[in-house]
DNA sequence: CTGAAAGCGCTTACAG
DNA sequence: CTGAAAGCGCTTACAG
């Protein structure tokens, strides 16, 4: 079990030359149908596996994409990350995954291991202060293909996969006004990101449909974890004329905010009505369940791999992609729906 | 900038061989500094990257750790994950990750995968219904190192990394009873695992020092997901003698059991107080706040990393260990605090 | 402290 | 349909 069984065991054994044994292994079209099935039932009998590094160092590829994230612990991210690993793990593909706890600093750092570590391709989410698109420039220029999703990075010739973010969020809006909600407090996360400034254009545009002037005061960028949630309620709590809805840009943030507002004794959706966002499994098993808007996560990182493959594999060009859009859903739950006192 | 510089390219410019090139850059101890210096300045000017598969090719080894997961989108894996990628990062290893979706079938698989890439250790949290340890004895057999962690596989001198789920468990039942329950009813996860197995043996013997008798009732095993909790919920409506208290083995199945039995006018902690697992982000932001064995995720990832780091470089043999246990911590809060009412 | 040379295991352009 | 041969870019035992 010690030594290694290389393609010259199996040439050796059968009588035939290493290439012959390699272009069988690799069902190259010029060999004969017999000759395929004696290599591979050699192979499989000697125990043959292909040694990769002599084949990557060959072919010059790798077989590998390299993921970078903001965070892999997640909801949304690890739902993404584990519809990657499913194509990519069907399709032959090994994901090389790093994560840049939201610092453009290790964003560049891991651009930089994923270049040396010679990924074929790069799926790229941005991390919140990201402003510079120049840790990704050798990739362009070794022509190595680069697909942002989730938080993109605009004006750069690079596919993205996104969801609609402005429809989701004014439909998220709309639907508060519907309920009769006219002082909606926005919460969200870093307005640089395409996400939540999408995601603010929506509440924005749908205000102005419906004759409601928008207050940058009702405006807040938070970190939109679950502490920001609980100080959501605090400073809410404090305000003299407080909001009759809140659009929370997260679901984890919104449920730890509206915990705490109902430790404070504020009724959602009664007082405050809230609509969350990316429908995290959190939001069906808190009182009220929360309004929120579904993400298709495990549908993107399935799309992004199987798009970077295509690519690769020259099946489908993404050179004039710009953007695939997924379809988000706005899903109605307690949190937003008032209960009309009777009597 | 199409093509690759190698160290032939920095040897021709400094008129020096390849190996001296090669060993400076590997920071060899026979290579005077200067030398050290010259190639090192040279390399950075002519943007040289080292080509990994040469490399590995020859010293036959890879820099790679695989890990095999249950899945990567739960709070407890995304968040080990998030550990082990962390110290992979800093010590210049890549991780290959894959996901066995509770399946021993797909487990094999990624096993087979994992051992065709070379990794060069392997470490693995196996699937609910993982039976067998013959998908890994290749690495075994190639002596390449293989550790356990969470979900562990036993008698296969493999070291292991947990935490004591035994204490854990007696702890959270323990509690329980110090509340003055007594009608405990215990919901897991497939007992073929030893976190199941470990927990459910330290709540027999809270049990059992209480003297209190088990029932086999009281012992359900479950899926432990979302809609388990739900489930759970429905089945103790319908119990003529209900439980008084819950310890169920994951906070998210948890969470939605209380969910479900507040739906029903069942108050928790004075009708059934509940006990969780995991101290998921989730479990503070519910009403009541659930009371959980805190779970030391990313600390996990870290050490089994670093682990498996150390043993490769040789600075430290796990051969001798068996087992690494962590610290884990009883959090009490309102889920398990029964409200007297007085007068 | 440095160099010449072999070899890691594959793939593929070229030839037949 | 098959083979001989070169070469991918590195590392290291051996020699000096």
């Known amino acids: 079990m010690a030594k290694e069984i290389t393609i010259y065991d199996i040439a050796n054994q059968l009588q035939i030359s290493p290439a012959t044994v390699s272009r069988a292994l ?20 000697l125990g043959y596996r292909s040694n990769k590094f002599a084949s990557n160092l060959r072919k010059q590829s790798t077989s590998t ?67 510079s698109f120049e840790h990704f420039q050798p990739f362009l220029k070794k022509k190595i293909p680069l697909i942002f999703f989730d938080r993109i990075l605009e ?14 969020g004014y439909e998220a809006t ?36 419906n004759e409601i002037p928008f207050q940058k005061a009702f405006l807040w960028e938070t970190a939109l974890n679950l502490e920001a949630g609980k100080e959501v309620a605090q400073r809410i709590k404090a305000m003299p004329n407080r909001p009759d809805a809140l659009f929370i840009a997260s679901d984890l943030c919104a449920v730890a905010c509206i915990s705490a507002l109902k430790e404070m004794g504020i ?12 429908n995290d499994p959190v939001a069906q098993v ?16 399935e799309i992004a791999v199987k798009s ?27 949190s937003s729906r008032i209960i009309e006192h009777s009597a």
């Not at 690799?26 to 009998?45: R, S, Y």
């Not at 519809?83 to 032959?92: F, P, R, W």
């Open 267 to 278: 009724d959602v959706p009664n007082d405050i009505s809230v609509v969350g966002f990316n």
């Open 174 to 209: 709309n639907h508060l006004i519907q309920q009769g909600r006219s002082n909606i407090l926005h919460i969200t996360g870093n307005l640089q990101r395409n996400v939540y400034a999408d995601r603010l254009k929506g509440y924005q545009q749908a205000l102005l449909e």
């Open 65 to 131: 994409i390299g993921v970078i994230v903001p965070r892999l612990n997640s909801y949304i991210m690890s739902t993404v990350l584990a519809g990657m690993e499913k194509v990519a793990n069907e399709e032959g593909f090994n994901l090389i995954i790093s994560q840049s706890l939201e610092s453009q600093k290790k964003e560049i750092a891991n651009a930089q291991t994923m270049f040396n570590s010679r990924v074929d391709g790069l799926l790229v989410s941005v991390a919140f202060d990201t402003d």
């Open 26 to 45: 690799n069902n190259h079209p010029a060999i004969n149908e017999k000759t395929k099935v004696l290599v591979n039932t050699k192979a499989d009998e």
């Open 308 to 334: 970077m493959i295509n690519h690769l594999k020259g099946t489908m060009n993404l050179d004039k992609t710009n953007a695939i859009t997924l379809r988000s859903e706005l899903i109605v739950r307690e």
């Open 286 to 301: 808190i009182a009220p369940k929360l309004t929120t808007i579904h993400y298709p996560a495990k549908e993107m990182g």
């Open 155 to 168: 004006n750069n010739n690079c596919p993205s996969i996104v969801i609609d973010n402005t429809k989701a």
